[in-house]
C-alpha cells in the first residue's frame, strides 16, 4: 500500500470534483483525485452531455417533418437511433479530453483510478493507497435513484445510466418520472419515433412555474407523448405484449421502461461513520459546504444534497476553493441558482418562482410578462410560443421563469441582475442587436416601467406644462 501526504484530497472526478481540483492545483497545492468510474462522472457520461445529444438528434427529426410555413416542403425522417446514438458517442469524446486524466495530471494533480473510502477523520484508502489530507473534498455526485416498485427487480429496465448505450429503438417507451430527466427523454423519444407514455406520481415539472411549465407539456403532448400524472407507478409486470406499469388509475404497456425518479447520493461506498461524516439526502454540510461533524471535510455537487446541476456543482468549487486554499471563509448562496429543462419549448428559470415571491414580499412584488409573439425575431423564425416572466421588488428581479425557445440562453440576463443585485434599470438601459430574442428580457423590464412612465396622470400633466415653455 502507497502512503501519500497531500494538501487535498478529493473523491468523485465529475464536475465537482475536477473543478476543485483543477483550481486547487493551478494554485500550488498538492492534490490527489480520486476516481473509481470514468473520469467526467454523471455529466459527461451518463448526464447532460448525452442527454443533450440525444435531444439535438431529436430536434433535427423533428424539423424536417415539421418545418413550419417557410416554403419548405416537410419531409419523412429516416430516423437511425443507433446511428444517433453514435452522434453521443462522438460528442462525449470530444468533450472528454477536458475532464481527461492526462490533463489534470498535466495541471500536477495525482489521480487515482480507484473508488475511495475513509480510514479515519483525516485518512483515504483505496485497495491501494492510503492518502492522507488537510483538507478532503466530497465529490462522490449521486445514482438513479431505484424506487421499491413491486415487480421492478423482475423486468429489464432502464436508467440514466443505460439508456444511452441502447441501441434497438424502443417501439413503446415507457417512463416512470416526469422531471427533469423524465420530459427530456420523453419528448426525445418522441421525436426519434418511438410511443411514448409518461407516468408521473404528482405533477411534472412539478419544480417548475406551473404556467410555464403547461406550456412545455402541452406541446409535449401535441406531439403525441402521453402524459398520465397524478398516478404513483406501483407495481411492474412483464409479459408476452412487454413491460406493464400499474397505478392506481390503470395501467400502461410499452416495450422498454425507463426510470427517472430522482436521485440518491453517493455515500455508501465511503464509510463516513469512520471519519465522522454525518449525512443524511447529502452530506450535511454548513453555508460554507463543510461537514458540519468533520471540519477538514468539504463537499460539493450532487453530494452537497442541494440542486443538483453542473453549474452548482462548479460554483460550488468556488465556494470551497478560497476556503481550503486560503482559510477564507466563502458561502454558498442558492437564490442566483438557474436552471433549465432542454425540452422545446426549453424551460428556464432563476430566483423565486412568482409564488415563492408573493410569499415573501406580498404586495410589494409587481410581476411583469413579455410574450414571445411579440418579438420580431421569435416571429419570423416561427418560435412564437412562450413568455418571460419577472417577479420585481423595489425595483428589482427576485425571479424569473422563461418558456421558450433559447430559454436556457435568455435566463443569463437574470441570472446576471439577481446574482449581482441589478435593477430593472440595468436591464432596460442596456441596448440589445435588433432582432434578437434577448430583446424579450428588455421588453419585460420596460413593462415594468411603462406603467410609471405612460398613462401616469402626473407625468402627462408634467410633460404638458414643461411643453408651454420649451423654446
Ligand atoms: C440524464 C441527466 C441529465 C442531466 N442534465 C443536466 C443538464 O442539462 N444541466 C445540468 O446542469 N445538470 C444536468 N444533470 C445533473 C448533473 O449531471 C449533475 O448535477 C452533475 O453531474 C453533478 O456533478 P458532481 O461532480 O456532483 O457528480 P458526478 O458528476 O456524478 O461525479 C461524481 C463522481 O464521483 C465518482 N465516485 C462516486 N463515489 C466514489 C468513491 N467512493 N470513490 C471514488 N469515486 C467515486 C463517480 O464515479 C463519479 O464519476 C443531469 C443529470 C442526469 C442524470
Ligand atoms: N436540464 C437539466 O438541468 C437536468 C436534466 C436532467 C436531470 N437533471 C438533474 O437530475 C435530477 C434528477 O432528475 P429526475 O428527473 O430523475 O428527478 P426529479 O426529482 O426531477 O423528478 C422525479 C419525478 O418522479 C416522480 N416519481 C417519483 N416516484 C414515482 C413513482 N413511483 N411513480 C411515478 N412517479 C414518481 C416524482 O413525483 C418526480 O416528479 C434533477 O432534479 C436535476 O437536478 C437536470
Not at 467526467?40 to 452531455?49: A, E, F, I, T
Not at 404556467?211 to 404513483?232: D, F, I, S
Request: net charge positive.
Amino acid at each position: 500500500m502507497e502512503k501519500i501526504k497531500c494538501d487535498v484530497c478529493i473523491i468523485g472526478a465529475g464536475s465537482g470534483g475536477l473543478s476543485v481540483a483543477a483550481g486547487a492545483a493551478q494554485m500550488g497545492a498538492n492534490v490527489v483525485l480520486i476516481e473509481g468510474g470514468k473520469m467526467g462522472g454523471d455529466c459527461l457520461n451518463y448526464g447532460c452531455v448525452p442527454s443533450k445529444a440525444l435531444i439535438a438528434s431529436a430536434a433535427k427529426a423533428y424539423g424536417m417533418g415539421h418545418p413550419g410555413a417557410f416554403g419548405v416542403a416537410a419531409v419523412q425522417p429516416q430516423v437511425d437511433y443507433a446511428a444517433a446514438k453514435d452522434h453521443i458517442g462522438r460528442v462525449i469524446e470530444t468533450i472528454a479530453p477536458v475532464d481527461s486524466q492526462e490533463r489534470f495530471e498535466g495541471f500536477g494533480v495525482r489521480v487515482l483510478r480507484a473508488f475511495a473510502r475513509f480510514k479515519d477523520e483525516k485518512t483515504v484508502v483505496t485497495d491501494e493507497h492510503e492518502v492522507t489530507a488537510r483538507r478532503i473534498v466530497i465529490a462522490t455526485g449521486s445514482a438513479p435513484l431505484v424506487p421499491p416498485i413491486e415487480g421492478l427487480d423482475q423486468v429489464t429496465y432502464h436508467t440514466n445510466e443505460t439508456i444511452f448505450d441502447l441501441r434497438e429503438k424502443p417501439r413503446h417507451l415507457l417512463i416512470i418520472g416526469g422531471g427533469n430527466i423524465g420530459m427530456e427523454m420523453a419528448q426525445a423519444h418522441r421525436r426519434l419515433g418511438c410511443e411514448v407514455t409518461v407516468i408521473e406520481g404528482g405533477t411534472a415539472l412539478g419544480k417548475d412555474d406551473p404556467e410555464a411549465a403547461a406550456l412545455v407539456k402541452a406541446r409535449m403532448q401535441e406531439e403525441g407523448v402521453v402524459l398520465v400524472e397524478g398516478q404513483q407507478a406501483n407495481r411492474v409486470t412483464n409479459g408476452p405484449e412487454g413491460i406493464t406499469v400499474e397505478t392506481p388509475g390503470g395501467s400502461h404497456t410499452g416495450s422498454h421502461l425507463l426510470v427517472a425518479v430522482g436521485r440518491r447520493v453517493n455515500v455508501d461506498k465511503l464509510d463516513l461513520d469512520r471519519a465522522g461524516v454525518a449525512h443524511d439526502r447529502g452530506i450535511k454540510v454548513d453555508d460554507r459546504l463543510r461537514s458540519t461533524t468533520n471540519k477538514r471535510v468539504f463537499a460539493v455537487g450532487d453530494a452537497a444534497g442541494r440542486l443538483q446541476f453542473t453549474h452548482v456543482a462548479g460554483y460550488h468549487a468556488g465556494v470551497v476553493i478560497p476556503q481550503i486554499m486560503f482559510g477564507l471563509p466563502s458561502k454558498a448562496k442558492q437564490n442566483h441558482i438557474p436552471w433549465c429543462t432542454y425540452t422545446d419549448p426549453e424551460l428556464a428559470h432563476v430566483g423565486l418562482t412568482e409564488e415563492q415571491a408573493k410569499k415573501k414580499h406580498g404586495d410589494k412584488v409587481t410581476v411583469v410578462r413579455f410574450r414571445y409573439d411579440e418579438n420580431d425575431r421569435a416571429v419570423a423564425t416561427g418560435k412564437t410560443d412562450g413568455f418571460v416572466k419577472v417577479s420585481v421588488v423595489k425595483g428589482k428581479p427576485v425571479g424569473a421563469t422563461i418558456v421558450g425557445a433559447e430559454a436556457g440562453e435568455l435566463i443569463s440576463m437574470w441570472s446576471l441582475a439577481i446574482a449581482n443585485g441589478l435593477k430593472m434599470r440595468a436591464i432596460s438601459n442596456t441596448v440589445l442587436p435588433y432582432p434578437t430574442l434577448s430583446e424579450i428580457n428588455k421588453r419585460a423590464a420596460g413593462a415594468y416601467f411603462s406603467p410609471l412612465l405612460f398613462g401616469n396622470d402626473n407625468v402627462k400633466r408634467v410633460v404638458r406644462l414643461i411643453q408651454k415653455y420649451l423654446p
